[in-house]
């Protein structure tokens, strides 16, 4: 009996050892599984965190897809546009040159008729110094033709001159209709890399033509060089040209042509 005793003792020992250990290692477990809820539940609001803001990217960069088309239909219309206009100036410009042409002539005639007249009036008097003619009549209709004949000379003179002052302005309304305008200063209002070209901030109302080329400046030194491609009312779409480019424009760089 008193074995028996012994022996159960020695159990219930070894089992409040036991159940000590377990209890101990359970605790650690709860412990490590406590810190490990916390490790997950901080990666998962990291990982919500993240996923809010490539939303938000997502969201954006599909704002900027819409911008980007609509603003490539605008420079289509704007192409269309310019191409009107650029038909109708040329248009112009064609008849500005007639006009020229015509003026010229006239100018040539001018002279041509003042010339000759001239020539009749030293022939006539060359034929009467021969005859010696010393009627006072005769001498008189020479007098009233020369005073005619001179008063011709000055209309013919100042028609003349008039015709020069045309023709002048007439060269340098066809430069400034056929020309940008030197040292025409803007900005760069958008970029878009994609496609390679610019927006720029000047258009019809400063007298931009098509095929024109502006330097792009950022601090006072060169980026690159681009060529205008289509012209709006106020803005016109430019080429990059790869051969000048120094660094890829930006919003806000300085164009000169």
Avoid: Y
Avoid at 24 to 34: I, K, P, V
């Amino acid at each position: 009996m008193k074995l028996f005793s012994r022996i159960a003792l020695v159990i219930a020992i070894v089992a409040c050892i036991g159940t000590w250990f377990f209890a101990s290692q359970l605790g650690a477990n709860r412990n490590e599984l406590r810190a490990d809820k916390a490790t997950l539940t901080a990666e998962t609001a990291k990982l919500t965190k993240d996923l809010a803001e490539k939303r938000t990217e997502l969201a954006n960069t599909k704002l900027e897809w819409e911008k980007t088309k609509e603003d490539l239909t605008t420079s289509q219309g704007a192409l269309a546009s310019s191409k009107v206009s650029l038909a109708t100036k040329t248009q112009e410009a064609d008849q500005l040159k007639a006009t020229l042409a015509g003026k010229a002539a006239e100018l040539d005639q001018a002279k041509s008729d003042r010339d000759t007249a001239q020539t009749e009036i030293k022939s006539f008097k060359d034929a009467l110094e021969k005859a010696g003619l010393k009627d006072i009549s005769n001498v008189d209709q020479l007098r009233d033709k020369i005073t005619a004949q001179t008063e011709e000379n000055e209309i013919l003179g100042k028609q003349l001159n008039g015709v020069r002052s045309e023709t002048a302005t007439l060269k340098q309304h066809i430069v400034e209709l056929t020309s940008t305008p030197a040292n025409l200063r803007g900005q760069v209002a958008a970029v878009q890399d994609t496609w390679g070209f610019v927006v720029l901030n000047v258009g019809r109302e400063q007298r931009v033509q098509p095929n024109s080329d502006f330097v792009v400046f950022r601090n006072d030194k060169m980026v690159t060089k681009v060529q205008v491609r289509t012209v709006g009312e106020t803005t016109s779409v430019a080429e990059i040209l790869p051969g000048f480019q120094v660094s890829p424009p930006r919003v806000g760089d300085l164009i000169v042509h």
